[in-house]
């Protein structure tokens, strides 16, 4: 079993379409980062939390530390917001264990 | 944002050669930097871990005398792939890691270096 597990795997939407990646993690953490990847390969990243829920623009990321579970939202989701999403819980040493990713597709 | 930026984007070498890649924290000092490879399909496995003024620590099966990392201030670390084959060929990434608020620190990701090997 993955450490790290996100689901769905692969994800194809329509413009305007209210979107969620779920994160769940068996690893002991002290925050957790969201992660986008573009077809380039360059990652940005998105949020880092450590509880609650955070929102920038469309997007809102929340997380449960007791149940180790994060989410990805995306409102009003786009065309430009086609990537692929990682989950990426921070251990110690700041180090990062990855999600296998969700491919998100918008379509117009 | 904090910015961090790598060169050479891409790059394509003879097998046996040697490649250096730099990673940059552009708008902020790095306390710790982290080097990543990526094969296509696949994720990021995380290399070694470089600090400033010492020596990386480099993750089970990754060759430290192959992947040379030096960290010679907070806002610079490199990458040399030596004697490079095409098994070498792969996705480079660097991050650079900053004190957050809270005492956790946040990573902010290079864009990456494409390293084919022929």
């Known amino acids: 079993k993955n450490e790290v597990e996100q689901s769905p795997q692969n994800l194809t939407a329509q413009e305007g379409e209210f979107i969620t990646i779920n994160c769940s993690y068996s690893v002991g953490i002290s925050a957790l980062h969201w992660l986008q990847q573009h077809p380039g390969g360059g990652i940005v990243s998105l949020f880092m939390?450590?509880?609650g829920k955070k929102k920038h623009g469309r997007l809102i990321a929340t997380i449960n530390i007791q149940e180790k579970h994060s989410s990805l939202h995306i409102t009003a989701s786009h065309p430009r917001d086609s990537a692929v999403y990682i989950c990426a819980p921070t251990g110690t040493a700041s180090k990062l264990t990855f999600g296998t990713g969700t491919r998100l597709q918008v379509m117009l | 944002g904090a910015v961090v930026s790598q060169h050479p984007s891409r790059v394509i070498c003879k097998s046996g050669t040697s490649v250096k890649i730099e990673c940059r924290s552009l708008d902020f000092q790095a306390t710790t930097m982290f080097w990543y490879r990526q094969f296509p399909k696949q994720s990021l496995m995380l290399m070694a871990t470089s600090n400033e003024g010492s020596k990386a620590t480099y993750e089970q099966g990754v060759e430290k005398d192959k992947f040379l990392i030096n960290h010679a201030s907070l806002t610079l670390s490199t990458l040399t792939v030596t004697s490079a084959h095409p098994e070498d060929s792969s996705f480079y990434i660097c991050?650079?890691?900053?004190?957050?608020?809270?005492?956790?620190?946040?990573?902010?990701f290079g864009p990456g270096t494409r390293l084919t090997v022929l």
């Open positions: 991050s650079a890691s900053a004190q957050g608020r809270g005492g956790y620190n946040e990573q902010f």
């Open positions: 939390l450590s509880s």
